[in-house]
């Protein structure tokens, strides 16, 4: 019985010991000396069972102080033992730049959660040694060699000076220079009365209004049109009489004969405006002849193959405060881009001189 139980026990601790080897972790550096600046690399090897997750150690920016890391390449994973075992492969590029010997602390990887550590480095680093014999000393200031692609802004500013210039010497001139703004104007001459009033008639014409039931439209914009006409034509203002003070008006400058039809259209449109009187289709188109006879017969005669020439006029306007402004304002902007120009031209020259 005691010798079952020794064999369970013995057999027990060898499975544990196989088990704790099944994971091994091991470090190895490239080069164990280098000179400040060069770089080498640490090479991290895990091997475990293929169903376990291996963790490798994340560094920020260093191992230990003085010792940087560069760069950390992707792990490299091989399956062993017909795909049984892992072997992960992580590298770490470091370098350092202080002269000295590093000691490099075992580096841990978790195996499903469980550590384990590789073996301690250390890293030697040397300065670089300095040459007397070859050593002559801090060389002079070179010069940059002559670019035109570097000059292209300072030649834009010097092309750009000349019209800014000049636009902004005009500006001050005409703020300075109060005189009065002297403009030409065209007017162009005004109809005669009868033509005006016939152009009216001829629009009243083609609508038809009255063909509409519209009769006292009608009639009110027809002798509106003959109102303008008798203004215009014989100086009284027949807008605002009535229709028997505009008959005895005319009566006084006028033939009696040219006057009758014109009495029986006003005394027609009257019954239509204010008595609702509903006149006959020809006597609408009657009337309307009427009031275009009238307009012939009263006309001035003038010569109809002489065309009115536009009158020319001179203006004479003063400066205003808002086109004083905008001088102003013109004359601010172009001395700030005269100045930025002028400062930045300097500044390239003094540079490249200097």
């Known amino acids: 019985m005691r010798k079952i139980i020794f064999l369970i026990t013995l057999l027990g601790l060898l499975t544990g010991r196989m088990a704790a080897q099944s994971v091994t ?9 280098i000179l ?35 760069d950390i390449a992707k792990p490299d994973t091989q399956y062993l033992n017909d795909r049984k075992r892992l072997l992960i492969k992580q590298e ?9 010997l590093y000691y490099l602390p075992p580096m841990q990887v978790l195996v499903d959660n469980k550590p384990y550590q590789s073996k301690a480095l250390a890293l030697k680093v040397y300065s670089v040694p300095l040459d007397t014999l070859r050593f002559y000393g801090p060389k002079p200031v070179m010069a940059a060699p002559f670019v035109w692609k570097d000059w292209y802004g300072v030649m834009a500013c010097g092309i750009l000076l000349i019209p800014f210039g000049f636009l902004l010497v005009y ?28 152009q009216e008639i001829e629009r009243i014409k083609a ?17 509106d049109a003959l109102r303008g006409y ?19 008006k005319l009566l006084e400058v006028n033939d009696k004969d040219a006057i009758a039809d014109l009495r029986s259209l006003f005394e027609t449109a009257d019954l239509v405006k204010f008595a609702k ?78």
């Open 25 to 33: 972790v091991d470090a190895k550096i490239d080069s164990l000396q």
């Open 207 to 223: 609508e038809k209004v009255w063909q509409k039931g519209m009769q006292k439209e009608y009639y009110t914009e027809l002798t």
């Open 230 to 248: 008798i203004k215009d034509r014989f100086g009284f203002n027949a807008l605002e009489m009535t229709s028997s003070e505009i008959i005895a």
């Open 92 to 100: 770490y590029t470091i370098t350092s730049f202080d002269s000295a």
């Open 36 to 70: 400040i600046g060069e770089q080498t690399k640490i090479t991290l090897e895990v091997s475990t069972d293929a169903d376990k997750r291996a963790i490798f150690p994340v560094y920020t920016d260093t191992i230990v102080k003085g010792v940087e890391i560069i």
């Open 171 to 198: 500006l001050i001139m005409r703020i300075f220079d109060n005189k009065p703004i002297i403009r030409k104007v065209k007017v162009e001459p005004k109809l005669p009365p009868h033509q005006l009033a016939l």
């Open 277 to 354: 009187h509903n006149p006959l289709m020809n006597e609408n188109d009657a009337n309307l002849i009427n009031a275009i006879d009238f307009i012939n017969e009263t006309k001035v005669q003038e010569d109809d193959n002489a065309k009115p020439q536009p009158t020319e006029i001179t203006v004479i306007e003063k400066r205003s405060l808002r086109m004083k402004i905008l001088l102003g304002a013109g004359i601010v902007v172009l001395s700030i881009a005269v100045i930025a120009s002028l400062i930045y031209i300097g500044t390239e020259l003094y540079s490249y001189f200097a």
